[in-house]
């Protein structure tokens, strides 16, 4: 059955170009490599790191607004500036003042800093949707 037939019972109008999504992740890709590489020759990792590099990249992500990608970053570098701040007190500090910063935005403003006055979140994920779909039904 071709993908047309499959897309009309569900109101799919048409397919999103196949090289967005390629696009999107050829870059993401990219940006991980070059990160990790400065990660690499600037700190000591192992492969247990992980976690708590993810925490402090979804605490930027949750208080910089869900799917804002420059809320994303302003809340980044705010968040490794507190880090710095933290460290230059005391070296134990470096994560905690990061994420004493994260807590403080979350209990004063829990959609995060870069959302609509109206706390929607998420209201901006339907353009980034794979399809583009032609019927309004109500979710």
Request: with cysteine; charged share 15%; hydrophobic share 50%.
């Amino acid at each position: 059955m071709p993908i047309s037939e499959l897309r009309k019972p569900h109101g799919i109008d048409q397919c999103v170009d196949a090289r967005d999504p390629t696009l999107a992740t050829a870059l993401a890709s990219a940006f991980v490599a070059i990160a990790g590489t400065v990660l690499a020759m600037k700190t000591n990792f192992d492969p247990t790191i992980g976690p708590s590099r993810l925490l402090i990249a979804f605490e930027a992500v949750i208080i910089g607004g869900m799917g804002n990608i420059w809320g994303t970053l302003a809340i980044g570098i705010t968040l490794g500036v507190a880090q710095a701040i933290g460290a230059q007190i005391d070296a134990g500090y470096q994560i905690l003042a990061g994420h004493l910063a994260f807590l403080a935005v979350l209990i004063l403003r829990t959609s995060g800093l870069f959302t609509k006055a109206g706390g929607q979140a998420m209201a901006h994920v339907e353009h980034i949707a794979l399809f583009k779909t032609t019927d309004n039904r109500a979710a």
